[in-house]
């Protein structure tokens, strides 16, 4: 059994980003921006600051009030959207209440919108063209390379549907050439669909919701769940010690999907800054 490192990989990525940013030239430029004091998002954009710094890339960060409206955060992010140093604008959800999710991520200009959400990107993914792709989803697939995965033919099934997760990875592994089974809280005999699975991706972010008996011999499972149970201890959506008995490789929480989060955050605003000086 494979325990598919993905703290390794992600440190591998970045390293070739830095190594391009410094043979090319080029300044990419990356502005977060957070609204509000959520301890997680300060963490996760503390985080994406220093990754940028090792890679070589500029970042800024505009932290605002909870209270901030809706017509002053638009303001900052045109400015964003016509900063020529800027390459990629990441929004940090969640938003505070009175603040429209959708609205928010619509303004940022589908050319810097490094974290996919963007409807006209959103489109491109449905339409395999060539676009911005959500980070986490992105990470997956480089996970699955890592392992040497043969996705076309297999059978993929992704449970959960979320549109920063689920949907883009099902979208990513149908464009690979897997058959996709997309999994949620309607679905009828969860298990026996899982049990189905050459590769299982769970994305619920709900603690150890897929068990051993859900996982076929001889699988691969991606375990993109982050969830913090008694005592502070963060596992993921799978039964790791059950599930790995019977998986062929895993990923394991933390360690696995997580790192790979922000390596392709700093891929995604690497090729934007590319694309922006494209003849």
């Known amino acids: 059994m494979q325990v598919i490192d993905g703290k390794a990989l992600a440190q591998q ?5 830095a190594a391009e940013v410094a043979s090319s030239g080029l300044r990419p430029g990356l502005a977060a921006v957070r ?3 959520d301890p997680a998002s300060e963490i996760y954009v503390r985080n994406k600051r220093k ?3 090792a890679a070589g890339i500029y970042s800024e960060e505009h932290a605002l009030p909870a209270d901030t409206s809706e017509r002053d955060l ?3 992010i045109a400015r964003l959207n016509d900063d020529s140093r800027i390459h990629g604008i990441l929004v940090q959800l969640p938003l505070p209440d009175g603040l429209c999710e959708r609205r928010i991520l619509d303004a940022v200009s589908p050319e810097k919108d490094v974290d996919g959400f963007h409807y006209l990107n959103v489109g491109k993914l449905v339409a395999g063209q060539a676009g911005f792709v959500p980070c986490t989803p992105l990470g997956v697939m480089e996970l699955l390379r890592a392992a040497n995965v043969e996705i076309s033919g ?3 099934v992704v449970v959960g549907r979320s549109d920063i997760v689920g949907k883009p990875v099902a979208l990513l592994l149908l464009h690979q050439h897997a058959t996709v089974t997309l ?3 309607k679905t009828r005999h969860l298990a026996e669909v899982c049990r189905q699975a050459d590769i299982l991706v769970a994305a619920v972010g709900r603690p150890q919701v897929i068990t ?3 996982v076929r011999e001889g699988a691969v499972v991606i375990d993109v769940g982050i969830n ?3 005592g502070g201890k963060i596992v993921g959506d799978v039964d790791f010690d059950a599930a790995s008995k019977r998986a062929r490789a895993i990923t394991p929480v933390p360690g696995g999907v997580g790192p790979m989060t922000i390596a392709m955050l700093l891929s995604n605003t690497l090729q934007s800054a590319k694309w922006a000086t494209k003849p």
């Open 35 to 37: 609204v509000g004091a």
């Open 13 to 17: 990525v970045r390293a070739r980003i």
């Open 51 to 53: 990754a940028c710094e």
């Open 154 to 156: 297999a059978h993929a």
């Open 228 to 230: 913090r149970i008694d």
């Open 74 to 76: 638009f303001a900052l």
């Open 212 to 214: 051993g008996e859900m």
């Open 183 to 185: 999994c949620h809280s």
